[in-house]
């Protein structure tokens, strides 16, 4: 490998590390944010009466793993993209 190619794989592992970085620090405050979203003030999930309250409030709860999910997959993409 040259000099070049070794470079280009020590810069794509340093960026699918700060994604990865991203991801795990995001994920306290947007649980906080769907906390509160979720409370009696907002959307009012726990007394979610129509099926339409109940699809905004499933919607919200799945929203958060689903972005961290994606972020650690764009993460560990980046990373073993320039390794294979």
């Given at each position: 490998?040259?000099?070049?190619?070794?470079?280009?794989?020590?810069?794509?592992?340093?960026?699918?590390?700060?994604?990865?970085?991203?991801?795990?620090?995001?994920?306290?405050?947007?649980?906080?944010v769907v906390k509160e979203s979720r409370g009696?003030?907002?959307?009012?999930?726990?007394?979610?009466?129509?099926?339409?309250?109940?699809?905004?409030?499933?919607?919200?709860?799945?929203?958060l793993p689903f972005f961290i999910g994606i972020l650690?997959?764009?993460?560990?993409?980046?990373?073993?993209?320039?390794?294979?």
């Amino acid at each position: 490998m040259n000099k070049k190619g070794s470079a280009n794989v020590l810069v794509s592992l340093m960026i699918g590390i700060v994604i990865f970085f991203l991801a795990i620090n995001l994920a306290y405050p947007l649980s906080q944010v769907v906390k509160e979203s979720r409370g009696e003030t907002q959307m009012n999930c726990s007394n979610a009466i129509t099926y339409q309250e109940k699809a905004n409030c499933l919607a919200v709860d799945i929203f958060l793993p689903f972005f961290i999910g994606i972020l650690l997959g764009i993460g560990g993409f980046y990373m073993s993209w320039r390794l294979l």
